[in-house]
T-cell receptor, first 113, second 114 residues
Framework: EPEVTQTPSHQVTQMGQEVILRCVPISNHLYFYWYRQILGQKVEFLVSFYNNEISEKSEIFDDQFSVERPDGSNFTLKIRSTKLEDSAMYFC???????????FGPGTRLTVL | GDSVTQMEGPVTLSEEAFLTINCTYTATGYPSLFWYVQYPGEGLQLLLKATKADDKGSNKGFEATYRKETTSFHLEKGSVQVSDSAVYFCALSVKETSGSRLTFGEGTQLTVNP
């Protein structure tokens, strides 16, 4: 059964460093998403992406964040200069059509020291 | 804005017990409602959904009914199994105002003991 994969499963970085979180969505899906969950808090929407453009973003998704689909299979989230408060579990999701079921990856745990 | 509130967890039950996890919501428009489940080491999986009032979503013995009058979408299962141990998330989306983004509740950890 096709699934969304994410790498790495755990990333540790120093404050101020850039990180790139990688996702491989399901191959025939067209809509891609990033969510995050800070420990002990709710899963929060960050951004959605379609046709090589951001279609929606939340207040959290500021200039420090960017997303890219660099090739036909990967979908990445970049944090330019990490802060302590960026420590969280980051989930990638994809869906075949707009408003369809979103399929989630297992997450990348980001720890900023 | 939109929000979802779940009952506080964790919840611990014995096998074959009845399960209820409460979920209430506030929404700016007419939401679609979802329950997602996360098994250890895996991503969130859609368990069931309902898109209009009085709809009942069901899957794998779990059920939830969209109650507009009480703004609720409580998850129930008549007889839980050890394999149901997971984290359960209630969520909504409102197409008219927030597109396809999902708004989640806090998540409820369920542990079922044999």
């Amino acid at each position: 059964e096709p699934e969304v994969t994410q790498t790495p499963s755990h990333q540790v970085t120093q404050m101020g460093q850039e990180v790139i979180l990688r996702c491989v969505p399901i191959s025939n899906h067209l809509y891609f998403y990033w969510y995050r969950q800070i420990l002990g808090q709710k899963v929060e929407f960050l951004v959605s992406f379609y046709n090589n453009e951001i279609s929606e973003k939340s207040e959290i998704f500021d200039d420090q964040f960017s997303v890219e689909r660099p090739d036909g299979s990967n979908f990445t989230l970049k944090i330019r200069s990490t802060k302590l408060e960026d420590s969280a579990m980051y989930f990638c999701a994809s869906s075949r059509e707009h408003y369809n079921e979103q399929f989630f990856g297992p997450g990348t745990r980001l720890t900023v020291l | 804005g939109d929000s979802v509130t779940q009952m506080e967890g964790p919840v611990t039950l014995s096998e074959e017990a009845f399960l209820t996890i409460n979920c209430t919501y506030t929404a700016t428009g007419y939401p679609s409602l979802f329950w997602y489940v996360q098994y250890p080491g895996e991503g969130l999986q859609l368990l069931l959904k309902a898109t209009k009032a009085d709809d009942k979503g069901s899957n794998k013995g779990f059920e939830a009914t969209y109650r507009k009058e009480t703004t609720s979408f409580h998850l129930e299962k008549g007889s839980v199994q050890v394999s149901d141990s997971a984290v359960y998330f209630c969520a909504l989306s409102v197409k008219e105002t927030s597109g396809s983004r999902l708004t989640f509740g806090e998540g409820t950890q369920l542990t079922v003991n044999p």
